[in-house]
């Protein structure tokens, strides 16, 4: 006779577990690594290039080159989600994600950065593109060099993957060990 559905659930529940626990623990391997940007000032122009790396920093997975940057900025879009609650009211979230933008001599904006870190970057970045003069016996400013580390959402989400896995795998030893 076959199993019922839910019988059929509880048989595969262990399993699922575990196999969520892996999925976890393959997005934490693939989030781990960081965001670079690496602008220097050269001929009284400003270039930068940006790289994504992932795999635990092993893998690049974008570059961007932006020649001859003129101005800096920190793009802010929002969006906001309008639900009803249980009692009939409505309620509102509202997001806001940031980008450091770098806009070209030729007018081009790139999208480089984003997070909570953005302004602090933008800062950065201004310092060379809008460079105020040394004090006397200190060097000029001519290279800024930036990391945007995923490291700690990675350790978070494979932490929580090992934790569903281990759940995974001890419900599907005593469940196999019920049934003999």
Same mark, same amino acid.
């Given at each position: ?88 009211? !409505?309620?509102?979230?509202?997001? &806001?994600?940031?980008? #450091? /933008? ?7 904006? $790139? *999208? ?5 870190? !953005?302004?602090?970057?933008?800062? &950065?970045?201004?310092? #060379? /593109? ?7 016996? $200190? *060097? ?25 896995? $281990? ?14």
């Amino acid at each position: 006779m076959a199993a019922s559905t839910p019988d059929r659930l509880l048989q595969l529940g262990p399993k699922i577990f575990a196999g969520a626990g892996v999925a976890l623990l393959l997005l934490a391997a693939y989030m781990a690594g960081q965001d670079t940007m690496r602008c220097e000032r050269r001929d009284g122009r400003v270039d930068c290039a940006v790289a994504q790396q992932r795999w635990f920093g092993r893998v690049v997975v974008e570059r961007l080159h932006v020649a001859d940057v003129v101005k800096v900025g920190v793009h802010t879009s929002t969006t906001s989600t309008t639900w009803t609650t249980s009692s009939g009211n !409505s309620e509102t979230t509202t997001t &806001a994600n940031d980008v #450091l /933008v770098l806009r070209t001599r030729d007018g081009r904006d $790139a *999208d480089t950065l984003g997070g909570e870190r !953005s302004g602090e970057f933008a800062d &950065a970045v201004l310092t #060379l /593109v809008d460079p105020k003069p040394a004090p006397a016996g $200190a *060097d000029a400013v001519t290279t800024v060099n930036l990391v945007d580390s995923n490291w700690r959402v990675a350790a978070a989400c494979g932490g929580l993957g090992l934790f569903i896995f $281990a759940f995974g795998a001890i419900a599907f030893f005593v469940q196999r060990g019920e049934n003999g």
